[in-house]
């Protein structure tokens, strides 16, 4: 094979797998390694923003990720305790986006359409029970050690893309560090078939609560509400996981007479950090590798999709093109300064907001945010803002 014409890319969650597509797609060789034995039924982001879909048109994604979520035009900011609410319609974006909506689907449905679809294009060889183990960075190209079904081989490419998770090989391989903070408190997601709808008046499928007691995010997915919920710090695992606390919780949120379909319950600790570089040589990171934020506002997946429709087009740009290699650290400048200024800003904002716990706070934003929705430009400057829009354009602008 030509090294010269051959990317690897460490990880096939929704980063990897569109990262593959796009240079895939565009005649580049890539080898997707996969660590775990098949792709990973992911239930964590649900949330895909509006320019994400655009993206994804571009790849023929969108049309067959459409059928299998659904559609969210509106979504809300409540408070539990006193009923208010400002719902934002996404329609006043119509102007700069084909997709004025959040479309509600679960991540591993994007990455079992992007399977088949790179397995057409001929130029994607998948391998699944693939690990990344080891990474040598060499002035024209890259060595990686995969540890697979075969045992121990290395591989050699023009440049390796980490978009191997929160814990990344890759990233620990560069000795890049992680800045940040991480929360002392565990989120819960809990999913129930029950009928959310028919009990709290209005709702729509995106609902940020905020509420006296306990504020909560309830988003819904074909077939479930998805119940997010803060914890208190230094709580036992097995006691936020424990049926009978859970369904206490749920009680509290909207009471029930017969007890709760429980289909799912997840932990998660939740952090704000990012790379200190996403570049070493010849070798990038991307999505969840470069940076980790709370999943309020749904940005996490969203922006490592976002790294990868700037990166990938880079490196097609230097192996098709010969353009200069400094487009790589473009791509660090563009994507790590947005990352910081506009979804780490945003993400710790968002759960300042739903935080504030006296009933005038949360009255003021409500009532702040129904006069931003009066009037149509305020309401879509906010939610050009909250729906990425603004972090693409800034990125954009970076030189
Ligand atoms: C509760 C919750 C809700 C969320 N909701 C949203 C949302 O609505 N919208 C949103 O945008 N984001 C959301 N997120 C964030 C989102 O889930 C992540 O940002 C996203 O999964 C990152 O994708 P990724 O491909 O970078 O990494 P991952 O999805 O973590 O995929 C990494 C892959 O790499 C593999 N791997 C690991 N190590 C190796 C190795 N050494 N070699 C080979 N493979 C390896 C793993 O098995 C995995 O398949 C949410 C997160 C949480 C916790």
């Given at each position: 094979?030509?090294?010269?014409?051959?990317?690897?890319?460490?990880?096939?969650?929704?980063?990897?797998?569109?990262?593959?597509?796009?240079?895939?797609?565009?005649?580049?060789?890539?080898?997707?390694?996969?660590?775990?034995?098949?792709?990973?039924?992911?239930?964590?982001?649900?949330?895909?923003?509006?320019?994400?879909?655009?993206?994804?048109?571009?790849?023929?994604?969108?049309?067959?990720?459409?059928?299998?979520?659904?559609?969210?035009?509106?979504?809300?900011?409540?408070?539990?305790?006193?009923?208010?609410?400002?719902?934002?319609?996404?329609?006043?974006?119509?102007?700069?986006?084909?997709?004025?909506?959040?479309?509600?689907?679960?991540?591993?449905?994007?990455?079992?359409?992007?399977?088949?679809?790179?397995?057409?294009?001929?130029?994607?060889?998948?391998?699944?029970?693939?690990?990344?183990?080891?990474?040598?960075?060499?002035?024209?190209?890259?060595?990686?050690?995969?540890?697979?079904?075969?045992?121990?081989?290395?591989?050699?490419?023009?440049?390796?893309?980490?978009?191997?998770?929160?814990?990344?090989?890759?990233?620990?391989?560069?000795?890049?560090?992680?800045?940040?903070?991480?929360?002392?408190?565990?989120?819960?997601?809990?999913?129930?078939?029950?009928?959310?709808?028919?009990?709290?008046?209005?709702?729509?499928?995106?609902?940020?609560?905020?509420?006296?007691?306990?504020?909560?995010?309830?988003?819904?997915v074909p077939g479930f509400w998805r119940v997010l919920f803060p914890t208190i710090e230094g709580t036992s695992e097995d006691e936020l996981l424990a049926p009978d606390k859970i369904e206490e919780r749920m009680q509290r949120?909207?009471?029930?007479?017969?007890?709760?379909?429980?289909?799912?319950?997840?932990?998660?600790?939740?952090?704000?950090?990012?790379?200190?570089?996403?570049?070493?040589?010849?070798?990038?990171?991307?999505?969840?590798?470069?940076?980790?934020?709370?999943?309020?506002?749904?940005?996490?997946?969203?922006?490592?999709?976002?790294?990868?429709?700037?990166?990938?087009?880079?490196?097609?740009?230097?192996?098709?093109?010969?353009?200069?290699?400094?487009?790589?650290?473009?791509?660090?400048?563009?994507?790590?300064?947005?990352?910081?200024?506009?979804?780490?800003?945003?993400?710790?904002?968002?759960?300042?907001?739903?935080?504030?716990?006296?009933?005038?706070?949360?009255?003021?934003?409500?009532?702040?945010?129904?006069?931003?929705?009066?009037?149509?430009?305020?309401?879509?400057?906010?939610?050009?803002?909250?729906?990425?829009?603004?972090?693409?354009?800034?990125?954009?602008?970076?030189?």
């Amino acid at each position: 094979m030509d090294i010269n014409n051959h990317v690897i890319i460490a990880g096939a969650g929704p980063v990897g797998c569109t990262a593959a597509l796009i240079l895939a797609q565009a005649g580049v060789k890539v080898t997707l390694l996969e660590s775990a034995a098949s792709l990973i039924e992911d239930l964590r982001a649900s949330t895909f923003h509006p320019p994400s879909l655009d993206m994804l048109d571009e790849l023929g994604v969108t049309e067959k990720l459409l059928p299998q979520g659904l559609i969210a035009s509106k979504y809300q900011y409540r408070d539990r305790t006193s009923g208010a609410y400002a719902e934002f319609d996404l329609g006043v974006l119509s102007d700069i986006t084909k997709h004025p909506y959040r479309l509600q689907c679960e991540q591993y449905k994007l990455t079992r359409t992007i399977k088949p679809m790179l397995e057409e294009t001929g130029n994607a060889d998948i391998r699944f029970s693939t690990a990344v183990t080891s990474v040598t960075n060499h002035a024209d190209h890259v060595e990686v050690t995969i540890d697979g079904p075969e045992g121990k081989d290395t591989l050699s490419g023009r440049y390796l893309i980490g978009s191997d998770g929160a814990r990344s090989e890759v990233r620990k391989e560069m000795n890049i560090e992680m800045e940040g903070f991480t929360y002392p408190e565990l989120f819960l997601v809990v999913s129930t078939d029950f009928p959310f709808e028919d009990h709290l008046p209005n709702l729509s499928h995106v609902n940020y609560i905020s509420d006296s007691e306990e504020w909560c995010t309830i988003l819904r997915v074909p077939g479930f509400w998805r119940v997010l919920f803060p914890t208190i710090e230094g709580t036992s695992e097995d006691e936020l996981l424990a049926p009978d606390k859970i369904e206490e919780r749920m009680q509290r949120l909207v009471k029930s007479d017969a007890p709760y379909n429980i289909v799912h319950t997840t932990l998660y600790n939740i952090h704000q950090r990012v790379a200190k570089q996403y570049r070493v040589g010849n070798v990038l990171i991307a999505g969840d590798a470069a940076h980790l934020n709370n999943p309020l506002g749904g940005m996490g997946m969203n922006g490592g999709l976002h790294d990868v429709f700037n990166l990938c087009p880079k490196m097609i740009d230097i192996i098709q093109n010969g353009a200069s290699e400094d487009l790589l650290d473009l791509y660090e400048r563009q994507r790590r300064d947005v990352t910081i200024d506009f979804i780490q800003s945003q993400t710790i904002q968002n759960k300042k907001n739903i935080e504030q716990m006296t009933q005038e706070q949360r009255l003021e934003h409500i009532d702040g945010l129904n006069k931003m929705i009066a009037d149509p430009a305020l309401a879509a400057a906010f939610l050009s803002r909250n729906n990425m829009f603004d972090a693409l354009k800034r990125a954009a602008e970076i030189t």
